[in-house]
């Protein structure tokens, strides 16, 4: 995956953002749409992929895409997706209902039902760039371009994929619009925490895929709301992914200010909960611990809802400096960014309801 | 020359012995929070008494009496029960390709974990449900297998059947399975001591060392066990009550073993070699040095594991990194491989 960099931990951190403008450009340049001709992109695998003109059947096997197809509107051009988001995503049930009527066409080990895709004839693919084999597997099989794309836990990826499926599937404007919503609601809290120094910032410990000691190298919501990730420096644990085993010893190390729990699944299927880590004796000497400061955040979510991923950010801004957004109605303002994206209402109090969430409304 | 060399192998036996307790000593002070050898002995003096270092910081206490001590211990404890498992089951099946896991012990520990984690969550211990299992799994080969006339070609080859068939139940879970449960399958899946507790140590190291205990006393007889039926017989050993005593010690410490840190491969296979080709084949022997080298390779690998690396690694690519080295070595040194 190209967000990963092999020269040391220092450059690990540093260059990712550095990385990510540099394809991002080059997705631009060569990604160029005009209307009625072919295009050409590079995925986040580095694969030249040529576009039809026309893309008007479309197979996500990558939820995060589904997600912004129907955000765009593109919805009703979904021919077929993924196992996760058909059976297990409780949110785009809400989203999108007519969702889980829509063939499955991958399963939870990653294989592809790949004559179930010659009948459902897409004219694109996407995919996620972790499944390394997947996209070249399908498209020199069946010779259907396919793509694969991913934020990664950056919201430069996230603008640049909501922006490129925007110009392959016609809907252009609307990714603008929705890309700028979102850069003004970071713009808004960034202006709103101002410049903060590095003591400024509560370091943040993340414990998410359902372990205590598996962490992101990279999420860019916490350093949007003014906190600061300790996994930062640190080289995933498998190329193509950005997440890492630490030791449990290392937390005590970091000695965290604030852990944040992944909280995207519901309550019962948590392996890792607050209270869990808050009666944790091994952590007893924690800042986090002994402040009481162990809270759940939303996390990836098979990558990102990108409306969720705004309200997390706006939610981890008030837990960093309520003293700054203190008065921020998280809800309403959840339920807003919910309607931009989705067109729906309510989204968001009922998100909180699934998943327990209350002390995000308080 | 021969007494020279009895005099050598007593000694490097000796040494063998005595290195889990160094290692032990040493293991402790690794890690990636850095204490000094003077803070760490401060730090156990405060233990003792807390009157006499009231200046040592609870991060101490709580890294080396909460996370270290109970780690190393673990990693001992698994270390030594994987390895006699797999000597003690090498000796009575005859067969020097023989692994701690080759009654379906690992299957089943898998499925069972797999299980309780989809349908029981977090509220239950995986652990417990991967012992059931793993003892399930054994139980099944052993009722298949009973009847049989060649009774172990029937034992080996039912334990690879209900291998097969528990993976298949395994994949049937993953199918139905949340990702999200998933997630917590493949990091148990992946075998670590990462998350080690009292807890776990309270669960596991009595059943491992009752398993111990047996196989260590049965010892003698392993030897016995190792020549054909007839000829046990002939010498007073009621072979299949001592054969199901051994199959039972071995399932009940790889069982508990597996449960607790997950699936270890490897070690029940490569040391009983290593100390077959350094002191002989006598079980006698084989036994005790099996657990004692069992142990030291597995705190070695998670010593490289906590020391160097930044990130927790599996623990089961280095123990087989540690020991095949030596494997190799010894068998181009020794050129002979144990039957």
Redesign the interface.
């Known amino acids: 995956m190209i967000l990963n960099h092999p020269s040391g931990r220092q450059a690990a951190s540093c260059c990712w953002p550095s990385v990510l403008i540099f394809f991002s450009a080059l997705i631009l340049l060569l990604g160029a749409p005009l209307a009625g001709q072919s295009q050409t992109i590079k995925d986040n695998l580095r694969r030249t992929v040529a576009i039809p003109p026309r893309v008007e059947r479309i197979l996500s096997l990558q939820p995060e895409i589904t997600r912004i197809l129907v955000a765009l509107g593109a919805a009703d051009r979904l021919v077929g997706v993924d196992y996760f988001i058909s059976r297990d995503d409780h949110l785009f049930k809400i989203l999108f209902p007519g969702g889980t009527r829509l063939p499955v066409v991958s399963m939870p080990d990653e294989s592809v039902n790949k004559e179930l895709i010659v009948r459902l004839d897409p004219d694109i693919i996407f995919t996620s760039p972790t499944e390394l084999q997947v996209p070249d597997s399908i498209q020199r099989s069946l010779g259907i371009p396919v793509v694969a794309l991913a934020s990664m836990g950056s919201f430069e990826g996230l603008l640049e994929e909501i922006e490129l499926v925007g110009a392959l599937t016609g809907f252009k404007e609307r990714a603008s619009e929705l890309g700028r919503y979102f850069q003004e609601k970071i713009r808004s809290i960034t202006e709103s925490t101002g410049p903060l120094a590095l003591e400024d910032r509560p370091r943040t410990y993340l414990a998410f895929w359902s372990s205590l000691v598996r962490t992101p190298v990279f999420y860019e919501p916490v350093q949007a709301a003014g906190g600061r990730n300790i996994a930062d420096n640190l080289l995933p644990s498998r190329l193509g992914t950005i997440g890492t085993v630490i030791t449990l010893e290392q937390i005590l190390k970091w000695d965290p200010d604030v852990i944040l729990i992944q909280g995207s699944f519901l309550p019962r299927e948590r392996q890792v909960t607050v209270e869990g880590v808050l009666e944790d004796k091994r952590l007893g000497s924690v800042k986090a611990i002994k402040q009481r400061r162990v809270h759940y955040t939303l996390g990836f979510w098979y990558w990102w809802d990108p409306a969720g991923v705004l309200v997390e950010t706006l939610y981890l801004a008030r837990l960093f400096h309520p003293e700054k957004f203190g008065r921020l109605d998280l809800e309403k303002e959840g339920n807003a960014v919910y309607k931009m994206f989705y067109g729906k209402t309510d989204v968001f109090t009922d998100l909180i309801k699934s998943l327990d969430f209350h002390e995000w409304t308080k | 020359m021969s007494g020279q060399n009895n005099r050598r192998a007593k000694g490097l036996a000796v040494f063998f012995l005595i290195l889990p307790l160094v290692l032990f000593l040493i293991s402790l002070s690794i890690?990636?929070?850095?204490i000094s050898p003077r803070g760490l002995f401060k730090t156990v003096l405060s233990v003792v008494s807390p009157a006499l270092h009231p200046d040592v910081?609870?991060?101490y206490?709580?890294?080396l009496l909460?996370?270290?001590l109970p780690r190393v211990l673990l990693a001992m404890a698994v270390g030594a029960a994987l390895s006699v498992s797999g000597a003690s089951l090498q000796a009575l099946f005859k067969n020097p390709l023989v692994n701690e896991y080759i009654l379906g012990i690992s299957s089943g520990a898998a499925f069972g974990a797999a299980l309780s984690?989809v349908f029981l969550?977090?509220a239950f211990p995986p652990q417990v449900g991967g012992f059931v299992f793993a003892v399930v799994a054994v139980g099944a080969v052993l009722l298949i297998s009973g009847k049989a006339e060649s009774h172990f070609i029937s034992l080996l080859l039912t334990g690879i059947i209900i291998t097969a068939f528990f993976s298949a139940l395994l994949?049937l879970v993953?199918?139905f399975?949340?990702?999200?449960?998933?997630?917590?399958l493949f990091?148990w899946l992946m075998g670590?001591l990462?998350?080690a507790?009292w807890k776990d140590l309270y669960i596991s190291l009595p059943l491992i060392a009752v398993g111990l205990v047996i196989l260590y006393l049965l010892r003698w007889r392993l030897n016995v066990l190792s020549m054909s039926d007839e000829e046990a017989r002939s010498l007073g050993v009621n072979v299949r009550r001592e054969k199901m005593l051994v199959i039972a010690a071995t399932t009940l410490i790889t069982a508990a073993a597996t449960a607790i840190v997950g699936i270890i491969g490897w070690l029940g296979f490569i040391v009983p070699h290593l100390v077959r080709m350094m002191f002989g084949a006598d079980n006698r022997r084989v036994v005790p040095l099996s657990a004692a080298m069992g142990a030291s390779i597995m705190m070695i690998a998670d010593d490289i594991i906590?020391g160097l690396s930044?990130?927790?690694?599996p623990i089961g690519i280095f123990t087989s990194l540690v020991g095949i080295p030596i494997f190799l070595v010894l068998l181009k040194k020794t050129r002979k491989v144990w039957l």
Do not use: C, H, K, N
């Open positions: 890690g990636s929070y850095g910081p609870a991060a206490r709580d890294i909460r996370i270290r984690l969550g977090r994949s993953e199918f399975a949340s990702p999200y449960v998933l997630q917590a990091f670590s990462s998350l507790s906590r930044s990130f927790e690694i």
